[in-house]
């Protein structure tokens, strides 16, 4: 007898910097605690933007052939052995990582610093593993989330982003208890879904700081921010002294303009640009909270001594553990309102390349700004 051919579907897949190819694969059927999904909308991140540019992600260089993608969701099409939770049809959100359930990270529910996670779309572990720009692949059922009703596949997309701004509130102790004031370094897509989160949190302030007029405008005329301020463009600092005596004037500058000048509870740094970290520290309240959520300059001089002195916290804030229900409940909710005006601009899985082109930009043939970008399965 002839071996049983295989069905294919279609994928995106990187092979090297700015050479990604639209291929046919062969499509296995899922195995042991695995399900079929159908992709139906991938976001695409910062993270899968170097990898597309650079064929690497700061340390993290591609080795092999590797499917981007890890913000999405999509329709249950099969169920492998021993799944009982999920039935094809279902409407799910895919988290991307996948726990080893067997650390001591694990085990105190931090599965985001798991030493043994593999993250979709990541060249941190070798062989790698294949992301979701692709028209169908297998993900373990235990990190498939269920979809409200009210919840649409390019919301479930949203949850991945919005899973970061989450774990960040979390360990900043934002709560709708005490309602704090905070500020946003940066409205990219993550400065936005910041902004919006400190709102349904029922901050009694939400402002946000950044270098591009035309991203904060769109965050006063869509509700995200109730006051913006944009830094001014200057030359380098020519000496540590001068960048941190610059990031205090600036930053004392932005919080006259907000009349806020002991500065805010909270604050949230979307950028990862150092200037705007050094600023983080001044912008926050005697006795408040940093949150370094922007990945980007890999040593940063801070400073500490300011910190120290008014127990400022900083914190770091690295993916998420334990927050896709919730995610996909706010969303669902209608209390994030607006937060689809983040993305921007859609395409078909076939132009994917296309797509990361235009992310790179920034700007598209008609001059309008990119924030997020979908790109569909089916």
């Given at each position: 007898?002839?071996?049983?051919?295989?069905?294919?579907?279609?994928?995106?897949?990187?092979?090297?910097?700015?050479?990604?190819?639209?291929?046919?694969?062969?499509?296995?059927?899922?195995?042991?605690?695995?399900?079929?999904?159908?992709?139906?909308?991938?976001?695409?991140?910062?993270?899968?933007?170097?990898?597309?540019?650079?064929?690497?992600?700061?340390?993290?260089?591609?080795?092999?052939?590797?499917?981007?993608?890890?913000?999405?969701?999509?329709?249950?099409?099969?169920?492998?052995?021993?799944?009982?939770?999920?039935?094809?049809?279902?409407?799910?959100?895919?988290?991307?990582?996948?726990?080893?359930?067997?650390?001591?990270?694990?085990?105190?529910?931090?599965?985001?610093?798991?030493?043994?996670m593999r993250f979709c779309s990541s060249a941190k572990t070798f062989p790698h593993l294949d992301g979701t720009l692709q028209e169908r692949m297998n993900h373990p059922a235990h990190v498939l989330h269920p979809l409200p009703d009210d919840c649409t596949f390019e919301q479930a997309a949203l949850a991945e982003p919005l899973s970061v701004l989450l774990h960040a509130s979390r360990r900043a102790d934002l709560t709708t208890d005490h309602p704090s004031t905070v500020l946003v370094f940066g409205v990219g897509a993550i400065?936005?879904?910041?902004?919006?989160?400190?709102?349904?949190?029922?901050?009694?302030?939400?402002?946000?700081?950044?270098?591009?007029?035309?991203?904060?405008?769109?965050?006063?005329?869509?509700?995200?921010?109730?006051?913006?301020?944009?830094?001014?463009?200057?030359?380098?600092?020519?000496?540590?002294?001068?960048?941190?005596?610059?990031?205090?004037?600036?930053?004392?500058?932005?919080?006259?303009?907000?009349?806020?000048?002991?500065?805010?509870?909270?604050?949230?740094?979307?950028?990862?640009?150092?200037?705007?970290?050094?600023?983080?520290?001044?912008?926050?309240?005697?006795?408040?909270?940093?949150?370094?959520?922007?990945?980007?300059?890999?040593?940063?001089?801070?400073?500490?001594?300011?910190?120290?002195?008014?127990?400022?916290?900083?914190?770091?804030?690295?993916?998420?553990?334990?927050?896709?229900?919730?995610?996909?409940?706010?969303?669902?909710?209608?209390?994030?309102?607006?937060?689809?005006?983040?993305?921007?601009?859609?395409?078909?899985?076939?132009?994917?390349?296309?797509?990361?082109?235009?992310?790179?930009?920034?700007?598209?043939?008609?001059?309008?700004?990119?924030?997020?970008?979908?790109?569909?399965?089916?």
């Amino acid at each position: 007898m002839s071996p049983v051919a295989l069905p294919t579907q279609h994928a995106a897949v990187l092979h090297g910097a700015k050479d990604l190819r639209f291929e046919e694969r062969a499509l296995w059927p899922p195995q042991q605690g695995q399900v079929q999904v159908a992709v139906a909308a991938t976001g695409l991140c910062g993270s899968d933007l170097h990898y597309y540019m650079h064929g690497r992600n700061g340390d993290f260089v591609v080795q092999q052939p590797l499917v981007l993608g890890h913000e999405a969701g999509g329709i249950v099409t099969a169920v492998g052995p021993g799944v009982k939770n999920l039935v094809p049809g279902q409407r799910v959100a895919i988290e991307a990582g996948i726990m080893c359930n067997d650390c001591s990270y694990c085990a105190k529910g931090r599965y985001n610093l798991c030493k043994n996670m593999r993250f979709c779309s990541s060249a941190k572990t070798f062989p790698h593993l294949d992301g979701t720009l692709q028209e169908r692949m297998n993900h373990p059922a235990h990190v498939l989330h269920p979809l409200p009703d009210d919840c649409t596949f390019e919301q479930a997309a949203l949850a991945e982003p919005l899973s970061v701004l989450l774990h960040a509130s979390r360990r900043a102790d934002l709560t709708t208890d005490h309602p704090s004031t905070v500020l946003v370094f940066g409205v990219g897509a993550i400065g936005l879904l910041a902004c919006a989160l400190a709102k349904s949190y029922g901050a009694s302030r939400v402002v946000a700081i950044d270098i591009n007029r035309a991203r904060l405008d769109f965050a006063l005329e869509q509700g995200f921010a109730q006051q913006v301020y944009c830094l001014p463009m200057v030359d380098k600092a020519k000496t540590t002294d001068e960048q941190l005596r610059r990031a205090k004037e600036t930053v004392s500058t932005a919080l006259s303009e907000f009349n806020m000048p002991d500065g805010f509870d909270v604050v949230f740094e979307c950028t990862g640009a150092e200037p705007c970290i050094q600023m983080s520290v001044h912008a926050a309240v005697t006795g408040g909270k940093v949150m370094l959520v922007g990945m980007g300059a890999r040593n940063v001089t801070l400073p500490l001594s300011t910190a120290a002195t008014r127990e400022v916290d900083i914190h770091g804030s690295f993916r998420y553990a334990n927050t896709y229900p919730t995610a996909l409940a706010l969303l669902a909710s209608g209390k994030l309102p607006n937060i689809e005006s983040i993305i921007t601009h859609r395409f078909p899985l076939a132009e994917s390349a296309r797509a990361f082109d235009l992310l790179a930009k920034g700007r598209d043939e008609d001059g309008r700004m990119v924030l997020k970008v979908m790109v569909g399965g089916q």
